[in-house]
């Protein structure tokens, strides 16, 4: 990372700038040099000074009552300098944490783990849509003060970097910020990533798509009866569903009429389809209401003591823009469940007894599985990303079949950040669950290594 200095309140009374030797000899500046100085989307005339030696432990840049306040910088706050094309300079990072309406003020405890992280790395702030200021090319947010260990409420200038958090995405406020920030500055651009675009997009892929269950836009019922001839059994999901809510499984059971199923509440509810038209009433009950579905192949899953199983992998930018996996869980269905969310009952697995009762089912070693995971995960988000992106996190949802073979079924593009468990085979994963996003806003906003 870049060189931070502390930021201190000078006593001059026009808007000066008080630099460090280092930085004179580093830029060629000289002691009353008019130079442009942008912190965000603000920007002001200073003068620049000489600063005096002090006994300060950290370096430090000084500016006066007047610039601070133009620029919108809290004091004690640590700062990198870098120069831009024009010949301005630029202080930063400036961070900001877009989230939902509801976590502003009410929740911030939510944030404060990527603010103990940030705590030497520019200005991080959360925010809600509704706090931005186009006109003054501010926006009203919470910081963390470290000294009084609680939230603070701030006007900051625009971010150079932003995290949503929102889900979804709140576009109009996208548009807001990149008419000031620019393009490609803020990230997780699409959080809810609906199950038809994630099969055409992951289809394009030459080796992707070799893992996608086959998959159509649900339109008629005669299309149920059409797939369930080629695979025995169907999924009928809502085309934008989270945690499992109004999915149903349709199978051919050898009777002469399919039997279905679905999760409502943690119970399971099933019944007979006397006729393929009947699926329409069963949408409504699973569903609650009228909604897109998509109806996708079964696959005939591999168990873990007697239920399925899936694996949700993570795929996270660091702080050069790629694509990093953290960690990665499994979970389960027990007794009656056929899904693998948490809302519908399931439960995690600890990855060792995961390991001991799937690795002597597969026609491959351990390594080969953890390769096939990290190249479809890595895959899948490269293939989001270039639709979609700027994408930052992923959460992907992966099944096996009974010969072992790995199956792509969806993608979160704003998975929880609070890992479920601390696991031995990622130790770090609870704490770059936090770090890895500022890394790549830092990335983002020109102030990394990199």
Known sequence: MQKRYKIYCTEHKKNIWSVPQELIDQ???????????????KSIDVITRLLPEGNSTDPVLGLSPEALKQLCIPLETFMGVKQ?????????????????????PARLGFYRSYAKLNSHNGILYVFRGRSINTQKRTITGYSYDY??????????????AVIDRCYPNPYICHIWLENLIGRNRIFNKKTMIDKLQFVKV????????????????????????SMLQDHGEVFLKPVNGMKGHGIIVVNNTGRDVPEYSYMTGGKKYTGLLSSPKEISDVIKKAAGR??????????????????????????MKNGKGQWVIPGMFAKGSFGEGFLTNFTAGAKLIPLKDFYESILPRLPYSKDRL????????????????????????????????QEGKPWLIEANGNPGIIPIFIQKEYPLWPMLL????????????GFSDN
């Open 27 to 41: 830029y060629g500046l000289t002691a009353n040099q008019s130079i442009t100085l942008k912190c965000g989307a």
């Open 84 to 104: 831009e094309k024009d010949g301005a300079f630029r202080l930063g990072p400036v961070i900001g944490i877009l989230t939902f309406p509801a976590h502003v």
């Open 147 to 160: 000294t009084k260990n609680t939230w603070s409420e701030s006007e900051f200038p625009f971010p150079d």
């Open 202 to 225: 992951l289809s394009r892929d030459e080796v992707l798509k070799n893992h996608i269950p086959e998959t159509w836009e649900y339109t008629v019922a005669s299309q149920l009866m």
């Open 290 to 315: 009228k909604r897109p579905y998509i109806i996708q192949q079964g696959i005939r899953r591999m168990n873990f003591k007697g239920g399925p199983f899936s694996i949700r992998t993570w795929a």
């Open 370 to 401: 953890l390769s096939l995971l990290k190249e479809l995960t890595l895959g899948t988000a490269e293939a989001l990303d270039r639709e979609f992106g700027p994408l930052g996190e992923l959460g992907l949802d992966i099944v096996f079949d």
């Open 434 to 445: 936090y770090k890895y996003p500022l890394d790549y806003a830092t990335f983002l906003a």
